[in-house]
């Protein structure tokens, strides 16, 4: 079992929920159980899968959930190309998204390479 609060990954993916959250609020309300909804949710799910593999009794089982925050990872991605293509927000704002979700998915990897041994 590990303890979540320390990895580093969980942590940089609670403050990018955070700025997303903030950021999402100025979409289009007729967007608010659209894509503003489902990127939220989708973003919210990797420090979720995070928090819920490092509760885990084995390593193998932590891996697992690694893949999946790093599935919702790249859901999100997409998500948050859509919102650029869409104009929602300014192109700074999207440049601050995906540099951070890029490199959250960086230390997934990372991460899932040393419990998958």
């Not at 007729?30 to 928090?51: C, K, M, V």
């Not at 885990?56 to 919702?72: E, K, M, P």
Request: glycine fraction near 4%; proline fraction near 3%; include cysteine.
């Amino acid at each position: 079992m590990h303890n979540f609060r320390h990895l580093e990954v969980w942590k940089k993916s609670i403050q990018l929920c955070k700025t997303y959250y903030f950021f999402s609020k100025e979409f289009p309300k007729d967007e608010l159980f659209g894509l503003t909804s489902q990127s939220r949710r989708s973003l919210y799910s990797i420090p979720s899968n995070i928090a819920e593999g490092a509760g885990r009794d084995t390593n193998a089982q932590f891996s697992h959930f690694l893949n999946i925050a790093l599935g919702s990872s790249f859901e999100f991605e997409t998500q948050i190309i859509i919102v650029n293509e869409c104009e929602f927000f300014p192109q700074e704002k999207f440049e601050i998204v995906l540099t951070e979700i890029q490199h959250i998915q960086n230390m997934i990897i990372k991460l899932k390479q040393v419990y998958s041994s």
